[in-house]
């Protein structure tokens, strides 16, 4: 068959980009034409507890990037399907009529794409049809990294001791990077028309919140080069503020895969100019705030390791086996307490304020994450898998790996995780973060007229509800029924 005949198909999933994709660039370096295809998986996505304006989100990036694809002449057809077995079909059936010999894709790590993966792989085979797959979720490979026994890391700084000497014996970043060329288009090409693409999202429910967060990959970069233009050489001193835009808000575009973490380093190496990478690939750079940022991208790869290492996360395992033992609170006064804390109507201003702060941007900041993580797990005792549900629902950053990570860092149950009696209190937590009240009276102005100090501690004042929960009392319960384990340990 000659080459003009044969075309890879390259199927997206959570790297919704053209730049710097490994898959696409492989699929190109034959000079074949391409046929991108995504599908639009409903059960999946409904399994995962995928909410509004994450759903919203990746329309919206799937629009930017059907044109930007047309650019390189690179056709986007948008198919959905209501089965893994129905993908598979459709997948076969598009390599026959393009004579595919290779379906190309990046790995994801959680076990349902692992699974529906090794299905579909083994379904395109029976017609002769070979997968090929790509890192890039991760930098480094997850089989890559493993201790001097040969291993997996359990706790986070070693593991990430190895990644920077991976990325030294691979190299370093640069050399990593992959390129989009224009494309040739072949004669049975199908392009989902961009004002089409709408009809695959119609029957989810979408949250539009294009203004905060326009999509697509340019939005990326720019938000991108602003960042380490701004604040990246602050980052290690502002990011613990959540009165202050000191984070990147990156977090939705690097969750879709419309920026890969590669991206994110180099920009980082480009400001900070030449002898940068050389420190990088010697186990860190030197300037505080870039290297405390590179950290977090690390922290990033460290939940999506575990998550490939430890299946059992997917399955709502807790890490640490003997806390699924913990006498977690059910019934009506939890109910009630649980929806106190998803409304924002706790009592604590810090923890309302955060939780209506996830309500208008579908974000909260990490700081913010863990506080109010922590309070639902441990001073109210209810089940970190409620919180982390609730999460899914509400986050435009959902990642299954970094939110299971982060909620069960905060609740003591995951791995390398907070130590249980570390206990975050909420109006502590308020008063040092964000020591002027500015963050909370975004939602809650009535504080203003309260002194600094009583904003994060209101009691009943200016009208603020009254705190559910006695912080003293609860903490007291949740470290009770930590030690409760510890006196019997699962054999
Ligand atoms: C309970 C809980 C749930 C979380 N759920 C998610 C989630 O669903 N999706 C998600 O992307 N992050 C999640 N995080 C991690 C973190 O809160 C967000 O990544 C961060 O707030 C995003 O803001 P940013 O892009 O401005 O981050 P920056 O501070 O600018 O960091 C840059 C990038 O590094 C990564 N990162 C930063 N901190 C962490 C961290 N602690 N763990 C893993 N990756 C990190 C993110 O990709 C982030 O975009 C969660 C944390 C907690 C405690």
Redesign the pocket.
Known sequence: MSHSTHTNIVWLRNDLRLDDNPALSAAQSLGHPVQLVYYVHNQLWKRHSWGPTKIDFVKRTIQALSARALEYNLPLAIISVDSTKDLADDLAERCNNLHTKSVYFNREYPLDERTRDAYITNHLKKFGISSESFDDRMCIAPEKIKTGSDGVYKVFTPFKRCWYRHLAESGGVAKSRCVTQPSTISSSAIVTPIHDIEDHFSIFKQQDLSKLWPAGEKEAKHRLND?CQDNLLK?DQM?DIPSESA?????????VGSLS?RQ?LLAVLASLGHSAEDQLMQGGLSQPGASC?VS??I??E??QYLMFHFSDLSKSRPFKLDTQWLPWRTGEAADRDFEAWCSGNTGFPIIDAAMRQLHDTG????RL??V??MFLTKHLLINWRR??AY??EK?I???????N???Q??ASTGCDAVPYFRIFNPVAQGQRFDTEGKFIIRYFPELLKLSKKQRHDPQSQAGYPAPIVNLKAGRERALAAFKELNNNPVA
């Open positions: 960042f980052y990011r984070t990147s808000g990156l977090s939705p575009y690097l969750a973490a994110c940022w977090e991208l922290w990033r460290y939940y974000w909260m900041h990490n994450r863990m109010t993580a919180g982390e999460f899914s986050l950053d959902l990642d299954f790996s970094s939110n990570g982060g909620w860092w905060s």
